[in-house]
């Protein structure tokens, strides 16, 4: 019973203590660490999976029935049987010509061209 009283176990004890302090610690961080690993990649793998999702619309908007009649009949030209394909040719766009300022005449003188 002396030996747990002598200061060379107080040592021994207190040595032990912190340790175990520090490895609490050091755990803790490494837990703290850990967590935030995990939400940043948990946000990755949202942003993946709607990439993903947006792709497989996309995909299967692609290769349903209305887009690639829409491919046939808009680039390839193609019709069914029976129909007729009628291309209207561009027509360029009218110019624009300027506007012509009218100078407003005075009062005397609008009459003047009314009377004579």
Same mark, same amino acid.
């Given at each position: ?5 002598? /200061? ?8 032990? *203590?912190? @340790? ?6 050091? $755990?803790?961080?490494? &837990? ?5 690993? *995990?939400?940043?990649? +948990? *946000?990755? @793998?949202?942003?993946? +999976?709607?990439? @993903?999702?947006?792709? +497989?619309? $996309?995909? #299967? ?9 829409? &491919? %046939?009949?808009? +680039? ?7 129909? %007729?394909?009628?291309? &209207? /040719?561009?027509?360029?766009? /009218?110019?624009?010509? /300027?506007?012509?300022? *009218? ?10 061209? #009314?009377? %004579?």
């Amino acid at each position: 019973m002396r030996i747990l009283y002598s /200061p060379l176990a107080a040592l021994i004890i207190t040595g032990i *203590v912190g @340790v175990i302090c520090v490895s609490l610690y050091m $755990n803790g961080r490494r &837990i703290q660490q850990s967590a935030l690993t *995990v939400q940043k990649m +948990e *946000v990755e @793998v949202a942003s993946i +999976e709607a990439k @993903v999702n947006l792709v +497989e619309r $996309n995909a #299967l908007e692609a290769t349903s029935s209305t887009a690639k009649e829409r &491919i %046939f009949r808009d +680039e390839l030209l193609l019709q069914k049987p029976g129909e %007729f394909i009628v291309q &209207i /040719p561009d027509q360029p766009l /009218p110019s624009v010509k /300027p506007t012509q300022t *009218v100078t407003s005449l005075r009062p005397w003188q609008q009459w003047q061209q #009314l009377l %004579f």
